[in-house]
């Protein structure tokens, strides 16, 4: 197939080609974070099976999709989406707040989201992992973005005078990797504890990092 395949304009319906467009896209959605994040997983689902889960045709797939890649692509970023929208509301609501009463409440809020439901764990640990280049990209340029929050955060923690003045790069990025790794194990029946214990676990490793051994900061 050389291309996308054009999708039909004008109502039916009473809904625009665009409104219909834009449900579809969401149904093929919704049935891959079904498949891909639970049974069969990403590498064992087909186009085929993907549509039938949708209520759609393969033809419908190919007018929204060029591969299953790309679908994948596109729900990892929906539940990367959805995880910000729920941290950046938690640090809206918290921003007068004392550091370890805004660490614990947006890191709560991150937590939640994620393993509120457990195929978002599978899309963002374990399904996106080694499926091509641009995948791999997508997953650093993501985290990436995690780090980018978490460094904002101590930056604004710098100038409360709550944090020490230093480069949190790299211990935004450690501290990502320790996250990913625990909420996976977490999710995955691995780490006896319940999700209050591994969130007060990360935000303590968190306020660590932002607030290393030493004198404190003046202020």
């Known amino acids: 197939m050389t291309g996308r395949l054009r999708a039909p304009t004008g109502r039916y319906g009473g809904k625009s080609a665009a409104q219909r467009q834009a449900e579809r896209r969401r149904r093929f959605l919704d049935a891959a974070l079904q498949l891909f994040g639970d049974t069969p997983g990403y590498r064992a689902t087909t186009v085929a099976a993907l549509s039938e889960a949708a209520g759609l045709s393969t033809r419908q797939f190919y007018e929204e999709f060029h591969t299953l890649e790309d679908v994948l692509a596109a729900l990892h970023l929906q539940v990367n989406d959805w995880a910000e929208a729920a941290v950046r509301t938690a640090a809206a609501r918290t921003r007068d707040l004392p550091l370890p009463d805004r660490a614990a409440a947006i890191f709560r ?60 790069r790299l211990a935004a990025t450690a501290f990502i990797g320790g996250v990913n790794g625990l909420l996976h194990d977490y999710s995955a029946g691995w780490v006896d504890a319940t999700l209050d214990e591994v969130v007060d676990e990360l935000v303590g490793q968190l306020l660590a990092v932002l607030r290393p051994p030493g004198p404190r900061p003046a202020g």
Do not use: C, K
């Open 109 to 168: 809020a991150y937590a939640g989201n994620v393993t509120a439901d457990p195929r978002r764990v599978r899309i963002t640990f374990v399904e996106i992992i080694g499926v091509s280049p641009r995948l791999e990209e997508q997953r650093l340029a993501r985290r990436a973005r995690w780090v980018d929050l978490i460094r904002a955060e101590a930056h604004t923690a710098v100038l409360r005078g709550e944090a020490a003045h230093r480069d949190y």
